[in-house]
């Protein structure tokens, strides 16, 4: 008898080491969330508890020199993790579509979904205060799992701190747990298209 593992789903995680950069990026994301007021109108509007960029600024890299060189941190990694994944690229790379800050206050979360249109999808952590939340993969079967009986392992907490960056391929669903820190959780996300 022979039981095989069949289509693994890669989950990427590493560290950006630079510290002065995490420290930019923490001050910038706080100057963004006082002076994005559209970003600030959608979050309202849209109940997320605190702010994210995600509507409002499409420009990041141009706009500020610490998200252009997170930038040049991302696509490497991102290169790492295509290879990983063996995504046949023809040659091509993938680029990055979409960048957005997110500050997440005590007793905020995002429920559970996927990145539409992108190939991967990855967030890089800036402030990450001791219970502010792990971010939550699930098993892609679920779904299709109808009449299974409950198993272990449906879904797997990513714990973050500072400087972590992670990369799942973008229809993998996932969502960010409850904040119970009292201070803010501040990332970045990101998704990248072929």
């Known amino acids: 008898m022979a039981v095989r593992s069949l289509f693994p789903t890669q989950f990427y995680e590493d560290t950006i080491a630079d ?3 995490v420290e930019e990026l923490e001050a910038s994301v706080r100057a963004l969330a006082q002076d994005d007021t559209a970003g600030r109108r959608w979050s309202k509007a849209h109940g997320y508890r605190g ?3 995600y509507a409002s600024l499409n420009d990041l890299p141009l706009r500020d020199p610490a998200f252009a060189d997170l930038k040049r941190h991302l696509d490497r990694h991102v ?3 295509a290879e990983a994944c ?3 690229l023809g040659g091509r790379k993938l680029k990055l579509d979409s960048l957005w800050v997110n500050l997440l206050k005590p007793g905020g979360a ?3 979904h996927i990145h539409p249109h992108s190939v991967v999808s990855g967030t890089m952590y800036v402030a990450v205060p001791p219970g502010s939340g792990a971010l939550r993969l699930e098993d892609p079967r679920l779904g299709l799992m109808m009449a ?3 198993r272990e392992g449906s879904f797997f907490h990513a714990e973050p701190a500072a400087g ?3 990369l799942w391929e973008s229809w993998l669903r996932h ?3 409850p904040n119970t820190a009292k201070a803010d959780r501040i990332s970045v996300s990101f998704n990248y298209r072929w």
């Open 110 to 112: 995002h429920s559970g």
């Open 51 to 53: 702010y994210t960029s």
């Open 164 to 166: 972590t960056i992670f």
């Open 86 to 88: 063996g995504f046949a």
């Open 175 to 177: 969502e960010v747990m």
């Open 19 to 21: 510290i002065a950069l």
């Open 79 to 81: 290169a790492r993790y």
């Open 148 to 150: 299974a009986p409950p």
